[in-house]
Antibody
Framework: QITLKESGPTLVKPTQTLTLTCTFS??????????VGWIRQPPGKALEWLAL???????RYSPSLKSRLTITKDTSKNQVVLTMTNMDPVDTATYYC????????????WGQGTLVTVSS | DIQMTQSPSTLSASVGDRVTITCRAS??????LAWYQQKPGKAPKLLIY???SLESGVPSRFSGSGSGTEFTLTISSLQPDDFATYYC?????????FGQGTKVEIK
């Protein structure tokens, strides 16, 4: 059974760096073809893909946010970490991590999401 | 970047209705399209992948079709559990883009 869970701060101040951790079980990020991605959703708005990391450490970023994002993995801990620099109130959103089971495929398992509010 | 446009943004329907949602891509994505269902306060759930393949456990009243730039999600007979927001997503060339969503409301 594949599960994912996001963790991190619920409140960050403008200009700060956000660090979110996705802890997963039921699969290994050392298995060929497997990836973990991050997607966010501002309140009442649509989903936006942010970043994805593959089993082979290949990393993909949203072109519009690439300069602010870093995604890393710790295979031994079954964790993926996303950092986003220079946070702004418009970055207030629920942040989801999700399993990507086929290279460049859809997201078939999702975490419950974590709401991050950016405010001074 | 590939843009995804869904229509309509909101749809009012009754239980038992046949419902169709359209998603258009700004350039060809072959069949690399997925559909998700999202209920308030919950994570999205994958319904359809590769334009027309039904994810395991998803009721057969959901179906997808299309290729290239135009795609549809059809619910053959709307059930009370289907009132939700639906998103299309393209996954062509290692970039993922979502549509803006279609909210299916009770008429």
């Amino acid at each position: 059974q594949i599960t994912l869970k996001e963790s991190g701060p619920t409140l960050v101040k403008p200009t700060q760096t956000l660090t979110l951790t996705c802890t997963f079980s039921g699969f290994s990020l050392s298995t060929s073809g497997v990836g973990v991605g991050w997607i966010r959703q501002p309140p009442g708005k649509a989903l936006e893909w942010l970043a994805l990391i593959y089993w082979n450490d290949d990393k993909r970023y949203s072109p519009s946010l690439k300069s602010r994002l870093t995604i890393t993995k710790d295979t031994s801990k079954n964790q993926v970490v996303l950092t986003m620099t220079n946070m702004d109130p418009v970055d207030t959103a629920t942040y989801y991590c999700a399993h990507n089971g086929a290279v460049a495929g859809p997201f078939d398992y999702w975490g419950q999401g974590t709401l991050v509010t950016v405010s001074s | 970047d590939i843009q995804m446009t869904q229509s309509p943004s909101t749809l009012s329907a009754s239980v038992g209705d046949r419902v169709t949602i359209t998603c258009r891509a700004s350039q060809s994505i072959s069949s690399w399209l997925a559909w998700y269902q999202q209920k308030p306060g919950k994570a999205p759930k994958l319904l359809i992948y590769k334009a027309s393949s039904l994810e395991s456990g998803v009721p057969s009243r959901f179906s997808g079709s299309g290729s290239g730039t135009e795609f549809t999600l059809t619910i053959s007979s709307l059930q009370p559990d289907d009132f939700a927001t639906y998103y299309c997503q393209q996954y062509n060339s290692y970039l993922w883009t979502f549509g803006q969503g279609t909210k299916v409301e009770i008429k």
